[in-house]
């Protein structure tokens, strides 16, 4: 397997853009065949319009792109939003491009054009865009906030997130809510790499050097968050945000007492927002009864009960104890303070208590909810492995139909899930009429490699990986992808090392890739060099496949105790990992 996170990203504000109706009077026009679009923005605008009411999203995409390369700005704006929605990538860019274009200092089209940007890897078009985004807020943050206008009868309000990037007066407000639409977009290392370079460091509010912060941490570069959150405190020693970075930052780098330090300094500076910070971090550290102990204690404060009954009963279940989690979940539930996640994880343990039934009970109640396709998702594993196939692929089209602007993301659940459940060749037909849909779509080709790997096509995997680091030569989620493929089947073992090494260089914290170079060094019959690359891997991912890997090494040293120990405290926390249950067949083939 691939071994490194899958990637899917739900645009936000997809549904504002299908699910619009045509203008009155567009049902009595021609059809997109009959209409003499030509160069005419105006035709265009109509079949593009025509396209998205019949659900022909790409043609919507491409007929808006061909409006845009001859309309204004406003025209390429939608053109933009529209080709996003729709993930048909080439579009987006031709649109997004042409909005850009025609609207200089627009700080809303610099950051559409920086998420389409990153989607295609195109780090430095993305760093331009967002430094020009911030300078539009350096000089707009004296000026007054107009007050948001209410769209006019029968108009969509502008998509949430792109409405709130840009509004005058709150640069780093606008700095937040840019990140959160490109996090929507792209992975976290690649956000980084492109914000990183955008700013000088010196200039930037400790506010900014905060967010900055969360960012390296998000994109596994803890020494990088570390820098950020210092200077943030050199500027403003009290800086709450910057102190929470810096804690994290501890906790990676394995300095648990200054990671405790700073996090019980950040809770007696601020009583509210750190009630629960040092609790937190002893969660990070795994230190669970310390954890425990601590949220337990916050019951003589004037922490809310039921947020401290929530923290335990997710760190009990992370724990592994499903017998407490259970039980505190049930008791919000019983209470009525039981959020839809909290739902969730009842459902979750019931499933891995093997009650099925309660599970896919569980799951159907949350079929709605606002963990809709999660839920939905995990009762059509259920009910695929009681060969229940129609059933489950019901419960995904149903949702599709009611939401249309999940399409994307549902067809690569249900290729994945096809795919772990024996139908390999079906989840790739999916996967090849979805590129027919959103041409030279990097998540779609991705998702491709994995299945094909998972199938046992193995040297097509790693041609899929070959071809898209070709357009994206340094996306560390490739490289590390192709590094752990080629290492885990004994392939290039020298190449396998160097890839892997190339992705640390943009995220040397992330457990998935140094578990990939654990890996490749065992493969390479370094299993002393191995083991210490691994214990990190798992003490950062707490993975059950990192904890299978870390544990084969231990045991082909000699060390068959402690790697009993490693493989009975991951199935703990992972009891149904198939990659974990694998190695202990092998290795321990009695064990129940």
């Not at 996090?263 to 009583?271: F, K, L, N, S």
């Not at 992705?503 to 490749?520: E, I, Q």
Request: hydrophobic share 45%.
């Amino acid at each position: 397997m691939t071994h490194v996170p899958r990637s899917t990203r739900k645009i936000p504000w997809a549904s504002a853009l299908l699910c619009l109706s045509l203008a009155a009077g567009c049902a009595s026009l021609r059809s997109p065949q009959e209409r003499p679009a030509g160069g005419d923005p105006a035709a265009l605008t109509v079949v593009a319009e025509i396209a998205l009411e019949r659900g022909d999203c790409k043609a919507a995409a491409e007929s808006y792109a061909r409006a845009a390369a001859v309309g204004a700005a406003p025209l390429a704006r939608r053109a933009s939003e529209v080709a996003l929605a729709c993930e048909h990538l080439p579009a987006a860019w031709q649109s997004v491009s042409r909005w850009r274009s025609l609207a200089p200092g627009d700080g809303q089209a610099d950051a559409l054009y920086a998420a389409v940007a990153l989607k295609l890897y195109r780090l430095a078009d993305a760093r331009a865009a967002i430094a020009d985004f911030w300078r539009v807020q350096a000089r707009e943050q004296a000026k007054p906030s107009e007050p948001e206008q209410t769209p006019e009868p029968g108009k969509a309000r502008e998509p949430r997130k792109l409405r709130e990037v840009g509004k005058a007066g709150r640069p780093a407000a606008n700095l937040t809510e840019l990140t959160a639409l490109l996090l929507e977009q792209s992975d976290a290392p690649a956000v980084l790499a492109a914000m990183s370079g955008a700013f000088e460091l010196a200039s930037v509010s400790p506010e900014v050097l905060s967010l900055l912060g969360e960012l390296a941490l998000d994109g596994y570069d803890a020494q990088r968050a570390q820098r950020y959150a210092q200077l943030a405190l050199e500027r403003n020693p009290s800086d709450f945000a910057a102190k929470r970075v810096l804690a994290r930052s501890y906790v990676v780098r394995g300095d648990p007492a200054k990671a405790i330090a700073t996090a019980t300094e950040a809770r007696r500076d601020d009583a509210v927002r750190g009630a629960f910070e040092l609790a937190e971090i002893l969660t990070a550290l795994d230190r669970v009864e310390d954890a425990h102990q601590e949220l337990e204690h916050l019951r003589t404060t004037d922490a809310s009960p039921a947020e401290i009954d929530r923290r335990l009963a997710l760190l009990a279940f992370h724990a592994g104890d499903m017998k407490e989690a259970q039980q505190r979940f049930a008791e919000l539930a019983a209470r009525g303070e039981a959020n839809d996640a909290a739902l969730l994880y009842l459902a979750d343990i019931a499933a891995r208590d093997g009650d099925t039934d309660a599970a896919l009970a569980g799951y159907r109640r949350l079929a709605d909810s606002s963990v809709a396709l999660p839920a939905r998702s995990r009762a059509a594993s259920l009910l695929l492995a009681r060969s229940n196939r129609t059933e489950a692929l019901t419960l995904l089209d149903d949702y599709a139909a009611e939401h249309p602007e999940s399409e994307f993301e549902l067809t690569l659940a249900k290729a994945r899930l096809l795919a772990d459940h024996g139908e390999a060749e079906t989840g790739l037909a999916l996967l090849s009429s979805a590129l027919e849909r959103h041409p030279q779509h990097p998540s779609i080709q991705y998702d491709r490699a994995v299945i094909l790997e998972q199938a046992g096509h193995v040297h097509e995997s790693a041609e899929v990986l070959d071809q898209l680091l070709v357009e994206r030569p340094d996306d560390p989620v490739l490289l590390n992808a192709l590094g752990y493929t080629l290492a885990d089947h004994g392939l290039q073992l020298s190449r396998a090392e160097s890839l892997i090494r190339r992705a640390l260089v943009t995220m040397p914290d992330n457990p998935a890739a140094l578990d990939s170079l654990g890996w490749v060094r065992f493969r390479q019959g370094d299993t002393k060099g191995a083991i210490p690359v691994l214990e990190r891997a798992y003490t950062l991912g707490r993975d059950a496949e990192i904890a299978g890997h870390w544990g084969e090494a231990l045991w082909m040293s000699g060390q068959h105790q402690q790697a009993r120990k490693v493989w009975a405290a991951a199935l703990a926390r992972e009891p149904d990992s198939a990659a974990l249950k694998a190695t202990l067949a092998r290795f321990l083939p009695d064990a129940k």
